[in-house]
């Protein structure tokens, strides 16, 4: 009995951590099928790209070792300078649009006593339209002819404009389309941290006789600051990546006008057929947007 009685912990024991192990081994192999999906269509795509930008290739599967040829081959190209002009650019001028708006739609719609729920949709209800389908929307608004924008001008007696077809006005105008298609969820996350604010400090700040514009000042951006400061650099980074609008709006053009280094990357790929040049020019926007994420968050870390 004594021996019978001694076992019966080490039994317990042994069953436990049998549990234990069973479980473990449960989770490993559901997450073994999305670690196999992103080592198949992530991870291997972009080592086999870095590979790339060292050969020289108009097939995948004949290769040869050109070294560092095809970076300059990229930076004797003049679309190259081009294209990086133009997307800094793109960024620049969505930040400026882009980064302000949602936030202030944000403020708007935290302010809202009635209809809650319906400018909420109204403002997402973009981001569910697909891309590309987008893009032939604002395409027919901006046709210098019969679309939209230019009819509205006709009927206000109002000098009408080439929007895409103008050098001077085609990239403000992609950026107004990216603007309107993806800030629905940027404003969504602000609304987020806006209702995080404890209603307190603005009760206090009312008592202080702060306005309007100090209360925002001074209690809703530094309440805001973290969520602000990183939806800024995924804009930045989404931004130095846009493609569509480019490809289907106005194919890189009027004079390369809106040609970013995405838009040149599939150029060099599927229309030159030279994927070393393209992996080349991709490796160059990984490293870019790599380098300078490191040290945005190192200092906005340190920020006070």
Not at 24 to 33: D, H, V
Not at 115 to 124: N, T
Not at 157 to 169: A, I, Q
Request: aromatic share 14%; hydrophobic share 55%; charged share 10%.
């Amino acid at each position: 009995m004594a021996v019978l009685t001694l076992g019966v912990p080490r039994l317990v024991k042994t069953s436990r951590g049998t549990r234990k192990l069973t479980d473990n081994l449960t989770a490993y192999a559901f997450l073994a099928g999305g670690l196999i999906c992103f080592a198949l269509f992530s991870w291997y795509p972009a080592i086999r790209a870095l590979i790339l930008a060292f050969q020289q290739s108009n097939s995948v599967d004949e290769t040869t070792w050109v070294g560092l040829e095809n970076f300059r081959l990229l930076f004797s190209d003049p679309e190259f300078g081009a294209a990086w002009r133009n997307t800094f650019a793109f960024t620049g001028i969505a930040l400026v649009i882009g980064f302000a708006v949602p936030f202030a739609l944000a403020v708007l719609l935290n302010e809202l006593r009635h209809a809650k729920a319906f400018f909420r949709l109204a403002v997402y209800l973009p981001v569910m339209i697909p891309p590309v389908v987008t893009a032939l929307l604002w395409k027919w608004f901006y046709d210098p002819g019969p679309g939209l924008f230019n009819e509205v001008l006709r009927f206000l007696h109002l000098p009408t404009s080439d929007w895409t077809n103008s050098t001077n006005t085609a990239l403000v105008s992609l950026v107004l389309v990216a603007t309107w298609a993806n800030m629905g969820g940027t404003v969504l996350i602000y609304l987020a941290a806006l209702q995080g604010i404890p209603g307190e400090l603005y009760e206090a700040a009312e008592l202080d006789g702060a306005s309007i514009w100090q209360r925002i000042r001074h209690v809703t951006i530094p309440q805001t600051r973290f969520v602000m400061l990183m939806l800024l650099l995924l804009q930045i980074v989404a931004t130095m990546q846009v493609f569509t609008e480019p490809y289907i709006m106005t194919g890189g053009g009027p004079e390369d006008a809106t040609i970013t280094v995405l838009y040149l990357i599939y150029k060099y790929a599927f229309v030159y057929l030279d994927y070393g040049s393209a992996c080349a020019l991709s490796a160059m926007l990984l490293v870019f947007l790599g380098a300078f994420s490191a040290l945005y968050l190192r200092l906005t870390r340190e920020a006070p």
